[in-house]
């Protein structure tokens, strides 16, 4: 198994260009996050997707949208990049637990996008 | 909002010490707390958790605690190796499944 694919791995936009980066995972789990990740600020929740069909919006939404396209796929769009959305974004996953308890998240490896 | 905090933001021990990190959460319904480990320019592993039923739980040299009524958790490393140098994450299930992640812990351990 693959776990978490992100694509791509380093992506380098002009300041009002847009892109989308991809997320793919075959762990057939139902949950599916997308967080970006910038020195000193941890790990901060821009959208998550708790199973098919449905999204919302995470701590930090504004400037992207997310298409929950199956339930293996999890796209994040940035529809006219900033240089405030340089950054590394990560695509987790997990499986809701039983009782409601939560279960571990497995991570992509990251996708490094400088907006200059 | 939902909120946690993590203490200390780095931290550098001797190797064969311990180290201890520290967090706190504002949502009272959380039931899960990861730690997640994070070496240079790699994404994040899961190295324990601790659900709500449980006070304590140890994986070898990694013990973690809860205290739900003071709504604080921390993460125990014993015997610390140059190889445990990390960034350290912290994170509790919100109310929407979703989880929200303390801000870090750098540890470096110093041979």
């Known amino acids: 198994n693959a776990g978490v694919t992100q694509t791509p791995k380093f992506q380098v936009l002009k300041t009002g260009q847009s892109m989308t980066l991809q997320c793919a995972q075959d762990?057939?789990?139902?949950?599916m996050y997308w967080y970006r990740q910038d020195p000193g600020m941890g790990l901060r929740l821009i959208y998550y997707?708790?199973?098919?069909?449905?999204?919302d919006k995470g701590e930090v939404p504004n400037g992207y949208n997310v298409s929950r396209l199956n339930k293996r796929e999890f796209s994040l769009r940035l529809e006219s990049a900033a240089p405030s959305q340089t950054s590394v974004y990560f695509c987790?996953?997990?499986?809701?637990?039983?009782?409601?308890?939560?279960?571990?998240?497995?991570f992509g490896q990251g996708t490094r996008l400088t907006v200059v | 909002g939902e909120n946690v905090e993590q203490h200390p933001s780095t931290l550098s021990v001797q190797e064969g010490d311990s180290a201890v990190i520290k967090c706190t959460y504002s949502?009272?319904?959380?039931?899960?707390f990861p730690w997640y480990k994070q070496e240079l320019g790699k994404r994040p592993q899961l190295i324990i958790d601790i659900r709500s039923n449980v006070g304590e739980k140890k994986d070898q040299r990694i013990a973690v605690t809860l205290n739900k009524t003071a709504k604080h958790f921390s993460l125990h490393i014993t015997e610390t190796q140059p190889e445990d140098s990390a960034v350290y994450f912290c994170a509790a299930r919100g109310s929407q499944g979703n989880l929200i992640f303390g801000k870090g812990t750098k540890l470096s351990v110093k041979p």
């Open positions: 949502d009272s319904a959380s039931n899960y």
């Open positions: 997707s708790a199973s098919e069909g449905t999204t």
């Open positions: 762990m057939n789990h139902n949950s």
């Open positions: 987790a996953s997990s499986l809701p637990g039983a009782l409601g308890l939560g279960t571990e998240a497995f």
